[in-house]
């Protein structure tokens, strides 16, 4: 077994009793997400998937704010050549690996979380939110399309209609209609969030590690229809991510223009 290196600068990890948690790090950004924190919360998942005395994956954010996203210089900078025949991004790289993790997955989730900030919830098993959060997918207002599975997950978790709110309308969910659609299990007031999800997360390490994975297997719906919509997902968001039309749409979002 490997010691867990992380490399990005902006991931921290830590370990309480059996609950390995991963802080998201970089608080002046939103938290938006970079190719290299993606492979950071890739390895932490492997690593904990690799420890028979870990038991649950706890991610948090730091600051104002779960996830802001992809990070949009990431999309501008990105090589075309990384995306040919539908290879995965880092992004789903991780996704592909938290759908594989046989032990639970816990998310606290306070002020934005768009794109991948919402997207990534679909792959957790329980996740609390602040009062003050805001869910936002966003892609459709940067002429991307869905990614991580949404486009199969969200319609069935939420319901077709407030799934085309996210997808199509490009609409916010606030903490409420999160909670009342069940993208969110708890709702709670931001001083709450931090203990809140620390202490479920340490409820569920406190439960059979393996009665947890079977009973995970059972809720699982099948990875094969998944990992399938991830990859006609992916083939078409590398189109629209180089297409001159959103190109012109991350630009105008750099300079505040995103509407």
């Known amino acids: 077994?490997?010691?867990?290196?992380?490399?990005?600068?902006?991931?921290?990890?830590?370990?309480?009793?059996?609950?390995?948690?991963?802080?998201?790090?970089?608080?002046?950004?939103?938290?938006?997400?970079?190719?290299?924190?993606?492979?950071?919360?890739?390895?932490?998942?492997?690593?904990?998937?690799?420890r028979d005395?870990?038991?649950?994956?706890?991610?948090?954010?730091n600051g104002r704010a779960w996830c802001a996203g992809n990070d949009i210089g990431d999309f501008l900078n990105a090589d075309p050549a990384s995306r040919d025949n539908g290879t995965l991004s880092p992004a789903m790289v991780l996704v592909h690996a938290l759908m594989a993790l046989d032990k639970p997955v816990v998310i606290g989730v306070q002020g934005n979380a768009t794109g991948i900030g919402t997207t990534l919830l679909l792959h957790a098993d329980l996740v609390v939110?602040?009062?003050?959060?805001?869910?936002?997918?966003?892609?459709?207002?940067?002429?991307?399309?869905?990614?991580?599975?949404?486009?199969?997950?969200?319609?069935?978790?939420i319901g077709r209609q407030n799934?085309?709110?996210?997808?199509?309308?490009?609409?916010?969910?606030?903490?409420?209609?999160?909670?009342r659609c069940g993208l969110v299990a708890y709702r709670v007031t931001p001083d709450e969030l931090e203990p809140t999800a620390q202490a479920l997360a340490q409820r569920l390490a406190e439960k059979s590690p393996t009665a947890m994975a079977m009973t995970k297997q059972l809720?699982?719906?099948?990875?094969?229809?998944?990992?399938?919509?991830?990859?006609?997902?992916?083939?078409?968001f590398a189109e629209r991510m180089f297409s001159e039309d959103t190109r012109e749409r991350f630009a105008g979002f750099l300079k505040g223009g995103n509407k």
């Open 219 to 236: 809720l699982r719906q099948s990875d094969a229809a998944i990992k399938s919509q991830i990859e006609k997902e992916s083939v078409l």
């Open 53 to 61: 005395d870990l038991h649950v994956l706890l991610l948090t954010g």
């Open 129 to 157: 939110a602040a009062d003050d959060a805001r869910f936002q997918t966003a892609f459709i207002n940067l002429g991307l399309v869905p990614e991580a599975g949404s486009s199969l997950l969200l319609p069935a978790l």
């Open 1 to 50: 077994m490997t010691d867990l290196t992380l490399t990005s600068g902006f991931v921290q990890a830590s370990e309480n009793g059996a609950v390995l948690h991963l802080t998201l790090d970089r608080a002046d950004k939103l938290n938006a997400m970079t190719a290299s924190m993606y492979q950071d919360l890739t390895r932490a998942v492997n690593h904990l998937a690799e």
């Open 163 to 179: 799934a085309n709110r996210l997808l199509l309308a490009g609409d916010t969910l606030t903490a409420e209609e999160a909670e």
